[in-house]
């Protein structure tokens, strides 16, 4: 059963950060890319980073270039999510999804609420 379980999410000051988890089981980690997406109260989803299956390569959206940091830990089946200078704006549901390149399986996670806020 594949399962894709986030945390560390919670509310934070302007300025703050968080640092994202999410845990894999039921498919080979290792050769999955993996993102983080989010998405705000009445907004449409959005890409905020990716990492190859190898973690040689990441992508950022530009509004997050600089202050969140994606990485991948295969040993521990782990993505993370270093967000820092975290803004209001950046309150969202934040996602795990894992994409298979080739042969394009797609999974999801729940979840996890990040609330930015004095």
């Known amino acids: 059963q594949v399962q894709l379980v986030e945390s560390g999410g919670g509310l934070v000051q302007p300025g703050g950060s968080l640092r994202l988890s999410c845990a894999a089981s039921?498919?080979?980690?290792?050769?999955?890319?993996m993102s983080w997406y989010r998405q705000a109260p009445g907004k449409d989803r959005e890409l905020v980073a990716s990492?190859?299956?190898?973690?040689?390569?990441?992508n950022y959206a530009d509004s997050m270039q600089g202050r969140f940091t994606i990485s991948r830990d295969n040993a521990k089946n782990t993505v993370f999510l270093q967000m820092n200078s975290l803004k209001p704006d950046d309150t969202a549901v934040y996602y795990c999804?894992?994409?298979?390149?080739?042969?394009?399986?797609?999974?999801w996670g729940r979840g996890t609420q990040v609330t930015v806020s004095s």
């Open positions: 999804n894992a994409r298979h390149l080739l042969y394009g399986f797609n999974y």
């Open positions: 039921g498919f080979t980690f290792s050769g999955y890319a």
């Open positions: 990492i190859t299956s190898n973690g040689g390569r990441t």
